[in-house]
């Protein structure tokens, strides 16, 4: 269980390329070739947690809990096996928001734009990490709904697949507001389904949140 220490706002945060730096040297907690853990300590946001490989699924979702490298949550477990049934020899975790909560009512009541910047940074270097089109996972179901400032860090997301040419799945069925399946309840080995982010985007979000 993490619950947050307080607004992240009074925490002294990292920029991402200063965490990706020091993520990248080696460890004695895990093994860095291995592993991609961004901040490379436990802490009260995450900004990426994930396996090196040259295919990855990029999956999404709301925020992070307390998975680390070798100490993978339900969520990360069946985020690595949805990944690998895919033909995906790899897994990178990020979320909407990076702050840490076990459950998604302890979040922060207003978004801070610092990690929230530093947070879209790290997104577009996971992007910026495939060969080829990169794979993104929408998989952050209802819980989507918990803060009003969610909507608004989807669409930013969503913007920035954009530059990088995106392409977007879902997993499972739609929840009744029309939000992607959270990966925790999802069979072994659910197939991905494209996933229309921009008319998610311009229609469910902008209808819910006057995105």
């Not at 947690?49 to 969520?75: F, K, Q, Y």
Request: glycine content about 8%; charged content about 20%.
């Amino acid at each position: 269980m993490h619950i947050p220490s307080g607004e992240t706002a009074a925490l002294d945060i990292l920029p991402f390329d200063v965490a990706l730096e020091r993520s990248l040297a080696p460890s004695e907690d895990y093994d860095v070739g291995r592993w991609l853990y961004v901040p490379n300590r436990y802490a009260d946001y995450r900004y990426i947690l994930g396996t090196r490989g040259e295919r990855p699924l990029i999956c999404v979702g709301v925020n992070p809990s307390t998975a680390a490298p070798d100490r993978l949550d339900n969520t990360l477990k069946s985020v690595e096996r949805i990944a690998l049934a895919n033909g995906y020899d790899s897994f990178l975790m990020c979320n909407v928001y990076a702050q840490r909560a076990t459950r998604p009512d302890d979040m922060e009541a207003q978004c801070n734009p610092a990690l929230h910047r530093e947070n879209m940074r790290a997104f577009a270097y996971m992007l910026s990490l495939s060969a080829g089109a990169p794979s993104v996972w929408a998989a952050w179901g209802a819980v989507i709904e918990k803060r009003a400032y969610l909507a608004r860090c989807v669409a930013d997301m969503i913007a920035i697949g954009e530059d990088y040419g995106a392409r977007w799945f879902s997993a499972g069925r739609f929840s009744k507001r029309g939000h992607p399946h959270h990966p925790l309840y999802l069979p072994k080995g659910s197939p991905l389904d494209p996933f229309d982010a921009a008319a998610y985007c311009s229609g469910c979000l902008l209808h819910a949140y006057g995105v």
